[in-house]
């Protein structure tokens, strides 16, 4: 079974940077989405970035397109997610998941993922 493990939350200032990682156990499938999604208290899930598998293809929010980059290192089986000119609205738990397409992990409730994180938390202040 996918293990998803999440590190990198914390908190910091507005216009700061976090670089968040997500390590799988075992090898993350080739054919499979691997992404970032976010919830915030009181709000709606929200996919973040999430980089298709097989292709490659990467998505971004458009909230977060220009600031935030996802990468992936495969010799590592880990997945990131650089933050950069973070902004107050931008605190939230965010969430490593896989899943067969992004859209998956973008929209759908837990169940429909193959894995997914405990969550690691980040906060930006004003």
């Known amino acids: 079974q996918l293990h998803l493990e999440e590190s990198g939350g914390g908190q910091v200032q507005a216009g700061g940077s976090l670089r968040l990682s997500c390590i799988a156990s075992?090898?993350?499938?080739?054919?499979?989405?691997w992404g970032w999604f976010r919830q915030a208290p009181g709000k709606e899930r929200e996919g973040v970035a999430c980089?298709?598998?097989?292709?490659?293809?990467?998505e971004y929010s458009d909230d977060v397109k220009a600031r935030f980059i996802i990468s992936r290192d495969d010799a590592k089986n880990t997945l990131y997610l650089e933050m950069n000119h973070l902004k107050v609205e931008d605190s939230a738990m965010y969430y490593c998941?896989?899943?067969?397409?992004?859209?998956?992990?973008?929209?759908?409730?837990?169940?429909?993922?193959?894995?997914r994180g405990q969550g690691t938390l980040v906060t930006v202040s004003s």
């Open positions: 075992p090898l993350m499938p080739d054919d499979n989405g």
């Open positions: 980089i298709e598998g097989n292709s490659g293809i990467i």
């Open positions: 998941a896989a899943a067969p397409l992004c859209m998956v992990i973008a929209r759908s409730d837990d169940d429909a993922l193959d894995a």
